[in-house]
């Protein structure tokens, strides 16, 4: 079973407009951590946001926002007034504990492309 | 300041072949991982060392080790180099190795070819 999906391979959105892309996880570790990330063309990957399994409230890191719900095991990213800079890949991962080790997953990613 | 580095930025090696890839932490970050990216996938897990111990270790063979030094920095090395090792390989550094510091940032990767 997949431990991140991401099942928009593409996306589009308007330029200003508000997308929300979306990620489900599986994990049994009660103590997670997710993460967004953006790779643009050049490859480099640039961190966007984090939320714990134990916060209470939903991360928010400017225009973007994790829409967290923890009983559906989904972590959408919602990025509003989106910006022609913001066509890229996005990545969703998780940190998971397994039998006292640390592993990093990541989802196949969505394509967002901001149209102008 | 400066963010994770990361050398070389691109190397070309034949099959059978060893290879080392570099990595230098964001400072004052003592945690590194290393990813492994195919063209059109995201990344994979590879190795988490923290102060210079393993931490966390993906579904890699034993041709892949790596290693941390006193100074944070780290390097990732291959044995018998395969045709499906050709990727990019993607180092990111953090503070610790649990919790919201966790956070990791990457550089920005070395593109291994094996031919």
């Known amino acids: 079973a997949q431990k991140i999906t991401q099942t928009q391979p593409g996306m589009f959105v308007q330029e200003k407009e508000a997308v929300t892309l979306d990620c489900t996880y599986d994990?049994?570790?009660?103590?997670?951590?997710l993460f967004w990330y953006k790779q643009p063309s050049s490859g480099e990957m640039i961190f966007l946001i984090y939320q714990g399994s134990y916060d209470q409230q939903n991360a928010t890191e400017g225009r973007y926002s994790l829409n967290f719900q923890k009983a559906r095991k989904s972590a959408n990213l919602v990025i509003s007034a989106s910006q022609l800079g913001d066509s890229a890949m996005y990545f969703c991962?998780?940190?998971?504990?397994?039998?006292?080790?640390?592993?990093?997953?990541f989802g196949t990613g969505t394509r967002l492309k901001v149209l102008a | 300041d400066a963010g994770v580095t990361q050398s070389p930025t691109h190397l070309i090696k034949t099959r059978g072949q060893h290879v080392t890839l570099r990595c230098s932490p964001i400072s004052g970050h003592k945690s590194v991982s290393w990813y492994q990216q195919v063209l059109g996938q995201g990344p994979q897990f590879i190795f988490q060392?923290?102060?210079?111990?393993?931490?966390g270790r993906g579904n890699f063979p034993d041709r892949f080790s790596a290693r941390q030094f006193p100074n944070y920095s780290s390097e990732l090395n291959v044995n018998a180099l395969l045709l499906g090792d050709s990727a990019l390989y993607l180092c990111?550094?953090?503070?610790?190795?649990?919790?919201?510091?966790?956070?990791?940032?990457f550089g920005p990767g070395t593109r291994l070819t094996v031919l």
């Open positions: 990111a550094s953090s503070l610790l190795s649990s919790g919201r510091t966790d956070t990791q940032y």
């Open positions: 060392y923290y102060e210079k111990e393993e931490r």
């Open positions: 991962a998780m940190r998971e504990n397994d039998s006292g080790t640390y592993k990093y997953i």
């Open positions: 994990t049994s570790d009660p103590s997670y951590g």
